[in-house]
């Protein structure tokens, strides 16, 4: 059963806290992203990869951190300075980072700070 | 920079008809179109992906236009079922860009 798989699917977190999304695949992809969504808002990107051990940042990168040490994990960690956390979370793959080929999505965390 | 809009932001429909969603950027630089569905709090489904070099796409009950000139694309869905009832996301992947740049989305709803 190949997909891309997000935990957990709620997380509440304290401020001042670090937390960690994870985001796995077993599909092969070489290329994975990071997207967050929020309410009346395009998702926007906050870091990518395009092969191991190498990641870039994205549109909002301030306050969050990845890395890539395994081709099918690509964690997120949300660090205490992102101002405003609370959101939803994509993770999302490609075959490779190519323009031609589509991103498939996990199911998603949505992150709450209480 | 891209940006991408989509109107209306909201739709309601009666079961049965055809109807169309509208997507429209800035940029026509572009590589491809994509259109997504999102049920939910859950993840995307990946619809149907336009190359720059096409005009149209098509799966089963969707259809999807581009018109890279004028920084426009359709999805057109046919004969619609309560079951079509989602936010659906259009985005665009730019020249030379590695991410995609998404819209806003438009909750349908099908009323049965």
Redesign the interface.
Known sequence: DGG?T?SPKYLFRKEGQNVTLSCEQNLNHD?M?W?RQDP??????IY?S?IVNDF?K??IAEGYSVSREKKESFPLTVTSAQKNPTA?Y?C?SSIA?S??H???????T?LTVL | KQEVTQIPAALSVPEGENLVLNCSFTDSAIYNLQWFRQDPGKGLTSLLLIQSSQREQTSGRLNASLDKSSGRSTLYIAASQPGDSATYLCAVRATGANNLFFGTGTRLTVIP
């Open positions: 891309i997000q290329a992203y997207y009346g808002q395009g998702l926007r990107l990518y395009q870039q994205g549109d939803f994509l999302a980072p323009t031609a589509t991103q498939y999505f996990g199911p998603g949505r």
